[in-house]
């Protein structure tokens, strides 16, 4: 704790040096470190002032990429909701639910990993056949079975998406995405300097 208190220390006595903190947008990546520096601030301030702006990264990508995070839930309603019309799917939501955790968590890092979608599904799908064409027989219908599903969430992901977008929601991974692809306008209009 007191090498963090050091280095926010450090950091603020080095910024008051060239102008006021209130210039600064801080950019932390929590809220318990915002504390931690207006803490900071006020130690070395000895006096009342104006606290700069803080917001955390998350906060900061979400402001870039123009979306709100979607509740955890609502994502997975969501996704069942798409689900069942792209796959046709009938089974009940509590059946639904384990499977759709594991393809947010795997759409999540798709996007947030800045993946193309459509190379790694069609990448998945030829490994898929070639181990179709080299495996023993009782294999062979398993891995038939699993390339299906790659295909169906090749269908469902992009669905998926664009449903959260048109309500201006998303992931984590799909609101950095997003953000990457926005970040140069954002520089181009922000007057700030941000303070990692």
């Known amino acids: 704790m007191t090498n963090q208190k050091g280095f926010i220390d450090l950091i603020i006595t080095k910024l008051r040096e060239e102008e ?3 210039r600064y947008l801080f950019v932390l990546p929590n809220i318990r470190s915002a504390q931690a520096l207006y803490r900071a601030i006020g130690q070395i301030n000895k006096s009342s002032g104006f606290a700069p702006e803080t917001i955390t990264i998350d906060q900061l990508f979400s402001n870039i990429a123009g979306l709100r995070y979607a509740d955890p839930s609502h994502q997975l309603l ?6 069942k019309e ?3 799917y009938k089974d009940p939501f509590h059946k639904f639910s384990a499977m759709g955790s594991a393809l947010l968590s795997d759409f999540n890092e798709i996007d ?3 993946i193309h979608s459509e190379g790694l599904f069609r990448s998945l799908k030829q490994m898929g056949e070639m181990d179709v064409q080299f495996a023993e027989e009782k294999r062979s219908d398993l891995i038939k079975n699993h390339l299906k599903r790659i295909e169906l969430i090749e269908k469902v992901y992009p669905v998926f ?3 959260l977008l048109h309500t ?3 992931y984590q991974g799909l609101v950095y995405q ?3 692809e926005k970040v140069s306008q954002y520089l181009d209009k922000t ?3 941000h303070v990692f």
Request: no cysteine; hydrophobic share 35%; charged share 20%.
């Open 20 to 22: 006021s903190l209130d």
């Open 78 to 83: 969501t996704l069942f909701s798409v689900y």
């Open 86 to 88: 792209v796959v046709g």
């Open 112 to 114: 947030q990993g800045l």
């Open 161 to 163: 998406k664009q449903r």
């Open 168 to 170: 201006r929601q998303g």
């Open 178 to 180: 997003k953000a990457a």
């Open 191 to 193: 007057v700030k300097p």
